[in-house]
């Protein structure tokens, strides 16, 4: 069983920055695509940021371009979330996510695996 764990997630002021890490328990996998999603209460859970593995081909959401960042290190076991810039209304449970087969990787559902999600606020 694969087991996401994020951690990262804070209360910061306007302007400032935050890195969002999302660790993948299991040693040995085969995965396609990774991802951060966000939610926040009574909405639907949205894209922020996905990327293929060792492809490097990144998508952002349009809220997010320009701000956020995402990123793994060399072996793909963490993937982080480099959020500069930080806005009100990037508040929100974020969450990462897996996904294992080739195919699409922008949506929600199209992802396998999910971590727990981590909080973030931000203040104006």
């Known amino acids: 069983q694969v087991q996401l764990v994020e951690s990262g997630g804070g209360l910061v002021q306007a302007g400032t920055s935050l890195r969002l890490s999302c660790t993948i328990s299991?040693?040995?996998?085969?995965?396609?695509?990774m991802g951060w999603f966000r939610q926040t209460p009574g909405k639907e859970r949205d894209v922020v940021a996905t990327v293929r593995w060792g492809a490097g081909n990144a998508y952002y959401a349009d809220s997010v371009k320009g701000r956020f960042t995402i990123s793994g290190d060399n072996t793909w076991k963490t993937v982080y979330l480099q959020m500069n810039s930080l806005k009100p209304e990037d508040t929100a449970v974020y969450y990462c996510?897996?996904?294992?087969?080739?195919?699409?990787?922008?949506?929600?559902?199209?992802?396998?695996?999910w971590g727990q999600g981590t909080q973030v606020t931000v203040s104006s």
């Open positions: 299991r040693r040995t996998f085969s995965g396609y695509a």
């Open positions: 996510a897996l996904r294992i087969r080739s195919g699409s990787y922008v949506s929600a559902n199209d992802y396998d695996y």
